[in-house]
T-cell receptor, first 112, second 114 residues
Framework: NAGVTQTPKFRILKIGQSMTLQCAQD?????MYWYRQDPGMGLKLIYY???????DKGEVPNGYNVSRSTTEDFPLRLELAAPSQTSVYFC???????????FGSGTQLSVL | AQSVTQLGSHVSVSEGALVLLRCNYS??????LFWYVQYPNQGLQLLLK??????LVKGINGFEAEFKKSETSFHLTKPSAHMSDAAEYFC????????????FGSGTQLTVLP
């Protein structure tokens, strides 16, 4: 019962570096999402996907890219890390668009 | 446009006391409302969901929430707090019911005192 798995759990980046946050789910869910959670704020949607090969922007997509080559995986790429991207990142999935979300345990990212 | 306001970023209760976490929303259409809980070092989990079937919604772990249209509120309650309830709680609203249109509140950190 792995559910949604995110790696790494923690990462420190220097300004301008790039990295990929990994997300995988084993529930055969079509819908996958990336959120960021800033201190004292609610979650904000970065990108989402409704199936393999289909992605779309959420509320705060600038500075990020995603891909969805398989149903299981939904990686989030930061190309040029900036201090404003310091946040906790959560990946989530759902079977249908109106079903409940299953969340990963998060990645805490600091950009210094 | 939809929005959510959670009153009180930190709430402390004694073990066995009533838990009341406040959530007010704004929505131009009848909303779908959610409460999620985040335990330390874990992702969010759905506690309960309102979809207009009944105004009083029962969730997991003894929590419930009542939808009050006149007050635009969806407060979360539990009659008797347990130490294991210590977590952060998020209220969320979606006008369409779709997860990609969820708006989350800023969260309430619940501390349970022995």
């Amino acid at each position: 019962n792995a559910g949604v798995t995110q790696t790494p759990k923690f990462r420190i980046l220097k300004i301008g570096q790039s990295m990929t946050l990994q997300c995988a789910q084993d529930m055969n869910h079509n819908y996958m999402y990336w959120y960021r959670q800033d201190p004292g704020m609610g979650l904000k949607l970065i990108y989402y996907s409704v199936g393999a090969g289909i992605t779309d922007k959420g509320e705060v997509p600038n500075g990020y890219n995603v891909s969805r080559s398989t149903t299981e995986d939904f990686p989030l790429r930061l190309e040029l890390a900036a201090p404003s991207q310091t946040s906790v990142y959560f990946c989530a999935s759902s079977g249908q668009k109106n079903e409940k979300l299953f969340f990963g345990s998060g990645t805490q990212l600091s950009v210094l | 446009a939809q929005s959510v306001t959670q009153l009180g970023s930190h709430v402390s209760v004694s073990e066995g006391a009533l838990v009341l976490l406040r959530c007010n929303y704004s929505s131009s259409v009848p909303p779908y409302l959610f409460w999620y809980v985040q335990y330390p070092n874990q992702g969010l989990q759905l506690l309960l969901k309102y979809t207009s079937a009944a105004t009083l919604v029962k969730g997991i772990n003894g929590f419930e929430a009542e939808f009050k249209k006149s007050e635009t509120s969806f407060h979360l309650t539990k009659p008797s707090a347990h130490m294991s309830d210590a977590a952060e709680y998020f209220c969320a609203v979606s006008e369409s019911g779709s997860a990609r249109q969820l708006t989350f509140g800023s969260g309430t950190q619940l501390t349970v005192l022995p």
